[in-house]
């Protein structure tokens, strides 16, 4: 029994990993454009308008699934880690960026006037003056983004990769335990998804000290 949860324990390392790469992608990507967009520089606001009604109308399985088995066709031979990686990323980047958009207009114009009126370089009226303010009301529906992203990992399985789900998949199936084996794993997730959302508060309410 103790191997058994050991087994889990050690593919949960490989979800982790999956899903920390994947919201530090999806993050730095999706605030870029959000910001872009917010700020309204040409072309951008439409492309990502394009790509949020895409992966708003595209289950996640299916865009893991055509990134994975359509790469060969590019002459690109990718593994099935940084396809589920790539997957994930893509999709969520855009739930980032409508995040951040949003954020970003509901900070008020003046601030961007003073900004300006500073002399500030684009970056760094983003940087020093809006992002800042908008990072309070950003904050909890990003981390909701990257708990939802955690869950989706497990999709990750049916391309092959070695994380919580497919190991408890052959657990279940070696052991002929599955409610037992699927307890376990369900409270793994459990836990690493509890733990991020106590990140998440602990990190809006010092946010709300500073201010």
Do not use: H
Not at 111 to 121: H, K, V
Not at 124 to 134: G, K, W
Not at 158 to 175: K, N, P, Y
């Amino acid at each position: 029994m103790i191997d058994d949860l050991l087994y889990l324990l050690r593919a949960s390392l490989n979800t982790l990993a999956l899903s920390l790469i994947s919201i530090g992608i999806s993050t730095l990507l999706g605030v870029l454009i959000g910001v872009v967009c917010a700020f309204r520089v040409p072309i951008i606001p439409i492309l990502n308008a394009i790509f949020v009604g895409f992966v708003r109308g595209v289950p996640l399985l299916v865009v893991i699934f055509a990134i994975y088995y359509s790469a060969p066709a590019f002459g690109i031979d990718i593994d099935p880690f940084a396809a589920a990686v790539t997957g994930l990323s893509f999709y969520f980047t855009f739930f980032v960026s409508e995040i951040v958009r949003g954020a970003v207009g509901a900070v008020p114009r003046g601030q961007f006037d003073a900004a300006y009126s500073l002399g500030l370089t684009f970056w760094q009226r983003a940087r020093l003056v809006i992002l800042p303010q908008a990072l309070r009301s950003a904050l909890p529906p990003m981390i909701n983004t990257w708990l939802i992203l955690v869950k989706g990992s497990a999709f990750a399985s049916v391309i092959g990769v070695w994380e919580l789900t497919t190991a408890s998949t052959e657990l279940a199936q070696r052991t002929v335990a599955p409610f037992q084996v699927y307890g376990a794993s369900m409270l793994i997730y459990f836990a690493i998804c509890f733990t991020l959302a106590c990140f998440g508060s602990f990190a809006e309410k010092r946010l709300r000290f500073q201010t």
